[in-house]
């Protein structure tokens, strides 16, 4: 059950690197992160930056698409605070580039299940935690359609398609569903997009992170 001195929680979904690490380091000034990602280093280095800031972070170091595991983290987050204030869902899975009549099966399943269909399942997990008065957000990036975004470009469509249709259904009672389209960033995963691009001239990770901070609770 929920306790009555409970600390805001948010919990960050693909929180280890990118815009999900940048935004779990300036949201820990205000929240407890509940910080889950597959990679346990980065998910320590991660915690090393939030205590540093004097933040704090429980760390939970597994697979989106693992049903099992996210409905025990889920379970436990109730059990210990009885609810979340925030989730901030950053978790993808970017293929290589690459012709549609070129697909590989392995790396059509592994975004379908990482950026579709575990945002199908996390949704009805996590909306019952976040209440009437929590907050989601999801981060577009309209790809789909475009030469040789068929994987990413479609898979990350269904995920926002999802979103929209959960934002329209919860904006009179709650939780506020948020879809920010953030500034390009010098993120690994741009960069397996767009090799040899200029990354000087991108919008630096810990800048789009404020920025959008800013915009959801400025």
Known sequence: MEQTN??????????SRGL???????????????AVARTTGALEELDDRIQARGGSATLAPMDITNRDAMAQLCRSIYERWGKI?????TAVHATALTPADHIMPKDWDKSLATNAIATGILIPYISPLLGQSGTAVFFDD??????LYGVYGATKATQIALARSWQKETERMGPRVV???????????????????????LTPTMDVAKTLIEQLFG
């Open 142 to 147: 309209p790809k789909a359609g475009e030469k």
């Open 6 to 15: 409970a600390p805001k929680i948010a919990l960050v979904t693909g929180a």
């Open 85 to 89: 204030d925030l989730w901030v869902h």
């Open 20 to 34: 999900g690490a940048a935004l779990s380091e300036l949201l820990s000034s205000d929240y407890h992160i509940v």
């Open 179 to 201: 879809i920010a389209e953030p500034a390009p960033m010098p993120t690994a995963t741009r960069a397996r997009f767009h090799p040899g691009e200029d990354r000087a001239a």
